[in-house]
């Protein structure tokens, strides 16, 4: 088509698009496409700004490394992963769900664990953990042999590949459930920490007067084959950014009750420990379809000094 005005480029780039020879991928891209120009209209882009995005876009890819992952890290803090999250799961977002965002941080090949063990791997100071969760499918009952991969921040706000100080896969494992659908490991209490600032992320953030916390959590990702693939994030109940996530993760759903013992009074499972421990007892329902598994956002640990932990105002 020779184009005479703006709207001749839509429907030239529509009429191409209809070739495509696979149907999703034509819905896609025609969507994509229609809603990308409608935005150019009513935002009434300039080709400044246009540029500007495109340096943006770029800037994403160039940022993106084996050990972080900026592309993830923005799709959250614009609310699209937990929006695609919400959209795929709990009856296309109509009931409640224990789904949640898979984050920048999961790494495939986690170490087996068996059960009650502890996935601290390397000296790491914080307050013990002893969590007890329970998978189950959506009539309620118990669902076995699920391979469930468990990681989260030091006390300290970094994960492992984020520190050279902590040892390859510290704070991370994959166990199994049993008969009642049953793992219980023992850690150290995650910190709520802020997401890096150095890419167009932090520039984001800083532009909409918001801070970079995210809560405390613990991740899980649970597998069984007959069931759809489930990432999950439990939120620390006691964590001030429960409201204001920078990732928009936190559900009802998701909200854990980690809870605070002392074991003078109250002895903990495991009997080395002396103070202060916590618990969280956690219970996942999954649904039943295609278990696979995405691209790991991350492969290796970072190189070089752990990095600094930079935390915006919100105003």
């Known amino acids: 088509m020779i184009i005479t005005r703006q709207e001749d480029v839509t429907r030239a780039v529509l ?18 496409v229609r809603h990308l120009h409608d935005f150019a209209r009513e935002a009434k882009l300039t080709e400044a700004e246009f540029h500007q995005a495109c340096s943006v876009i770029a800037k994403l890819g160039q940022l ?31 009931t409640e769900t224990t789904a949640n965002l898979m984050g920048p941080f999961w790494r495939s090949n986690s170490p087996r664990t068996e059960n009650g063990a502890s996935i ?12 007890n969760a329970w998978v189950r499918d959506l009539q309620g009952q118990p669902v076995a042999n699920a391979e469930v991969d468990v990681w989260h921040t030091s006390a300290e706000g970094f994960y492992e ?8 896969m510290n704070l991370r494992g994959k166990l199994t459930t049993d008969a009642e659908g049953h793992i219980t490991f023992r850690s150290v209490k995650p910190a709520g920490y802020p997401i890096p600032l150095s890419g167009p992320v932090g520039e984001l953030l800083s532009a909409q007067g918001r801070h970079n916390m995210r809560p405390a959590h613990i991740h899980f990702m649970i597998y069984r084959p007959g069931f759809k693939t489930q990432f999950s994030q439990v939120y620390s109940s006691d964590d ?3 409201d204001t996530d920078v990732q928009f993760g936190v559900t009802r759903a998701l909200v854990g009750q980690y809870v605070l013992h002392d074991s003078r009074t109250e002895p903990a499972p495991s009997g080395d ?3 202060p421990w916590y618990s969280l007892d956690h219970h996942f329902r999954i649904e039943a379809g295609e278990a696979k598994l995405p691209k790991p956002p991350i492969t290796g640990k970072s190189e070089g000094a752990r990095p600094t932990l930079a935390v915006l105002a919100r105003t």
């Open 161 to 168: 590949n984020q520190d050279p100080g902590q040892a390859d």
């Open 64 to 94: 993106t490394t084996a050990s972080h992952n900026e592309v993830v890290l923005i799709a959250g803090s614009l609310g699209l992963s937990s929006l695609v999250c919400l959209l795929n799961n709990g009856n296309h977002g109509q």
């Open 273 to 275: 420990v002396e103070g």
């Open 240 to 242: 001030p950014n429960l």
């Open 15 to 32: 009429d191409e698009l209809s070739r495509a020879c696979n149907p999703r991928f034509r819905e896609i891209m025609s969507a994509a």
């Open 120 to 131: 601290v791997r390397s000296p790491t100071p914080g307050t013990p953990i002893f969590v």
